[in-house]
């Protein structure tokens, strides 16, 4: 299993018609962001005092992220995307 650095998060991309709380996304909005499952996460980034900052999202988190952020990657025959913690717009709660 992939351990990303920092603040980066790695994905699993859901393929599938995409719905925030219910409501079923425009095609156009679809072009623009997709719906993730949290697979792993960094330990977070520090501050200029030194200080760790935690990631806003856990394993197992569903989050909606910008189409076309991060770098997709291969580990055995599962694909996922790994992005920075600021590719992230919302967290998706049911």
Same mark, same amino acid.
Do not use: C
């Given at each position: 299993?992939?351990?990303?650095?920092?603040? /980066?998060?790695?994905?699993?991309? &859901?393929?599938?018609?995409? *719905?925030?709380?219910?409501?079923?996304?425009?095609?156009?909005?679809? &072009?623009? *962001?997709?719906?993730?499952?949290?697979?792993?996460?960094?330990?977070?980034? /520090? *501050?200029?005092?030194?200080?760790?900052?935690?990631?806003?999202?856990?394993?197992?988190?569903?989050?909606?992220? =910008?189409?076309?952020?991060?770098? =997709?990657?291969?580990?055995?025959? $599962?694909?996922?995307?790994?992005?920075?913690?600021?590719?992230?717009?919302?967290?998706? $709660? &049911?």
């Amino acid at each position: 299993m992939l351990k990303p650095l920092g603040d /980066r998060v790695v994905l699993k991309i &859901e393929e599938k018609e995409q *719905t925030v709380g219910g409501f079923v996304l425009a095609g156009s909005a679809q &072009e623009k *962001t997709k719906t993730a499952k949290v697979v792993a996460i960094g330990q977070g980034v /520090r *501050t200029l005092s030194g200080e760790l900052v935690a990631p806003s999202v856990k394993v197992g988190d569903q989050v909606l992220v =910008e189409a076309h952020a991060g770098i =997709e990657v291969e580990d055995g025959d $599962e694909k996922y995307v790994i992005v920075g913690e600021a590719n992230i717009l919302a967290i998706v $709660e &049911e």
